[in-house]
Antibody, heavy 122, light 107 residues
Framework: QVQLQESGPGLVKPSETLSLTCSVSGASISSYYWSWIRQPPGKGLEWIGY???????NYNPSLRSRITISVDTSKNQFSLRLSSVTAADTAVYYC????????????????WGKGTTVTVSS | AIQLTQSPSSLSASVGDRVTIACRATQDISGALVWYQQKPGKAPKLLIYDASNLETGVPSRFSGSGSGTHFNITISSLQPEDFATYYC?????????FGGGTKVEIK
């Protein structure tokens, strides 16, 4: 079955760049859209962005100036970079697959990684 | 951006109770809504897609209804494993947005 696994530093200093990778198994990364979502401690879910292996990513306007999502088809992975982080970026970060049904993409997440906790602190 | 408001934000219920959670959108989103269940320390799990379709493997005690701006998820007979937080999400337009969540607790 499809599995997603986030990886990256658990601690990032303020003003630095957060970098996470999501490794995908059981599915070709070229066949789906892939997304990042985050959840601050004790709070709700926030969509960060998604992209296909080609074309232009779609980012949340609230984060657009600071985020880059990229796909590495050779490694079947996709990545998130979030620059100029502050304490407000402390959260559990999830990677997820966008649903594909009958040849159409529907922009909700049908498979999720387990999440990785990132703390922004000096 | 389309905002989703869930109500209540939390509820206490007993095993066997019928529970309904509402999600209201600030504009017409047709049926472009899903529901997730999240347990503590775990990733969200897709329960219902396209407002009323049950994801494969999800128990039939879960059901979804609604269209336009008003949506509900109902658990017909609450089971111990259903105590969790539930989120709605719209995919009608970007940015994708989530409701604030409804925590279902044991009475």
């Amino acid at each position: 079955q499809v599995q997603l696994q986030e990886s990256g530093p658990g601690l990032v200093k303020p003003s630095e760049t957060l970098s996470l990778t999501c490794s995908v198994s059981g599915a070709s990364i070229s066949s789906y859209y892939w997304s990042w979502i985050r959840q601050p401690p004790g709070k709700g879910l926030e969509w960060i962005g998604y992209m296909y292996h080609i074309g232009t990513p779609n980012y949340n306007p609230s984060l657009r100036s600071r985020i880059t999502i990229s796909v590495d088809t050779s490694k079947n992975q996709f990545s998130l970079r979030l620059s100029s982080v502050t304490a407000a970026d402390t959260a559990v970060y999830y990677c997820a697959r966008i649903s594909l049904e009958y040849g159409h993409y529907y922009y909700y997440m049908d498979v999720w990684g387990k999440g990785t906790t990132v703390t922004v602190s000096s | 951006a389309i905002q989703l408001t869930q109500s209540p934000s939390s509820l206490s219920a007993s095993v066997g109770d019928r529970v309904t959670i509402a999600c209201r959108a600030t504009q017409d989103i047709s049926g472009a809504l899903v529901w997730y269940q999240q347990k503590p320390g775990k990733a969200p799990k897709l329960l219902i897609y396209d407002a009323s379709n049950l994801e494969t493997g999800v128990p039939s005690r879960f059901s979804g209804s609604g269209s336009g701006t008003h949506f509900n998820i109902t658990i017909s007979s609450l089971q111990p494993e259903d105590f969790a937080t539930y989120y709605c999400q719209q995919f009608y337009s970007s940015p994708l947005t989530f409701g604030g969540g409804t925590k279902v607790e044991i009475k």
